[in-house]
């Protein structure tokens, strides 16, 4: 018989459990709460990268969403909802979907009201006012991230305590040049060098931000936004991707980059 790694027999194991008991109006309330968020109230998502939930068959949705709460199956934005899920939820809210019709061919649900607006803004003059703390190659996405923080949440990071109202981070994502070789050119330190800015992603903290967003999504008052390089609004952000996506990182102000801050706010004058 062939070995299965862990997480094989963890999800295997999962699969293996009976069913739950289920209340499709309760699950209908739990997915209205957070769940339409990226999968809409009606299991038809808000986008084209995230699935439709419509129509699926409820033992498979409660099977997923159980391997996801467990970390059997990886997921930086499911990992972190399922995981606040009880059994009861997810046999309610698997329930609820498999009662729904499948969606139609191209039909996509909006993005949910209190989710669409941000606080967050576009801070013009940071290259003037904020700090550069790091920088990030991701090759996968032929990307570079240089990172930086204005000076309220600089102050905060060399103290060592969490970030308060105020704070800004800001993210500058960008193509990277090519070498002779037609290789992604890195300069001396190992980071890629930057070729075009594509866009720019913030994340702001403002006293009473969180309190209209979905407890399972809230950030305490962290607010996100994506802008284009001219300042513009990025379009078709969900920001509950990157509620959800953070979400794990409460004990770090919700940041995953709070290492660098610090040691950068450490050696600051």
Request: with cysteine; glycine share 8%; charged share 20%.
């Amino acid at each position: 018989m062939p070995k299965k790694s862990l997480p094989g027999l963890i999800a295997a194991l999962v699969v293996a459990l009976p069913a739950s008991a289920s209340n499709v109006e309760a699950g209908k309330a739990k997915v209205a709460q957070v769940c339409a968020a990226c999968h809409g109230v009606a299991g038809v998502s808000v986008s084209d990268t995230i699935p439709n939930l419509a129509g699926q068959r409820a033992r498979y949705l409660e099977d997923q969403l159980r391997v996801l709460k467990s970390g059997a199956r990886k997921s930086g934005i499911m990992n972190s909802i399922a995981g606040q899920l009880s059994n009861e939820d997810i046999a309610n809210i698997a329930a609820y979907f498999g009662t729904l019709p499948g969606a139609a061919v191209g039909a996509m649900s909006d993005f949910m009201p209190t989710i669409a607006k941000t606080q967050a803004k576009y801070p013009a003059n940071y290259k003037a006012t904020f700090v550069k703390y790091g920088a990030a190659n991701f090759p996968e996405l032929k990307q570079v991230r240089h990172y930086f923080a204005n000076p309220v949440a600089l102050r905060a990071a060399k103290n060592g305590t969490a970030l308060p109202a105020g704070s800004v981070i800001l993210t500058e994502v960008s193509t990277v040049k090519m070498d002779d070789r037609l290789d992604l050119a890195k300069g001396a330190d190992g980071i890629f060098i930057p070729n075009q800015l594509l866009y720019l992603s913030v994340m702001e903290r403002g006293d009473g931000w969180g309190r209209e967003l979905p407890l399972m999504l809230r950030n305490e008052d962290w607010n996100y936004a994506a802008f284009m390089p001219n300042g513009s609004p990025r379009p078709g952000i969900n920001h509950a991707e990157c509620l959800a996506c953070h979400r794990a990182q409460d004990q770090v102000s919700y940041m995953f980059t709070m290492k660098e801050l610090r040691d950068t706010a450490l050696k600051a004058p």
